[in-house]
């Protein structure tokens, strides 16, 4: 659903669809879970939202694309802040969060667990 014939709407969603690392699809093509959106009365498209266990990765995806480089590469400061993010989020209730965070920031699963600790101390 792209080109030069897309609707105004489908543009206007896709930084959000993509930011969650959901797919549109057109309405014809909706399944199951997916979410059709209107636009005055007309079924312009569906969003495919992705299985949870993908979230995680989506979200640190998109932490790498705003920051300009891999989370590896962050300063400690920048990456404390990125643990908050993903905590808000809601990244360390999934299955193996900890650890998959700690190997993107290239940290030990113990300093996430300090940078968790700290933000929750200050509160």
Avoid: C
């Amino acid at each position: 659903m792209s080109g030069a014939g897309e609707h105004p709407f489908a543009a206007a969603v896709k930084p959000l669809v993509d930011a969650m690392g959901g797919e549109i699809v057109g309405p014809d093509e909706a399944s199951g879970d997916d979410v059709v959106l209107s636009w005055e009365g007309e079924e312009v498209l569906a969003v495919r939202l992705p299985h949870l266990s993908d979230s995680l990765d989506h979200l640190l995806v998109d932490l790498e694309r705003r920051h300009g480089k891999p989370l590896k590469d962050l300063d400690r400061k920048t990456k404390q802040s990125v643990v908050r993010i993903l905590e808000t989020r809601g990244a360390f209730t999934v299955r193996h969060g900890v650890e998959t965070v700690a190997t993107a920031l290239g940290v030990s699963r113990f300093t996430v667990y300090n940078y968790l600790n700290r933000e929750n101390g200050s509160k």
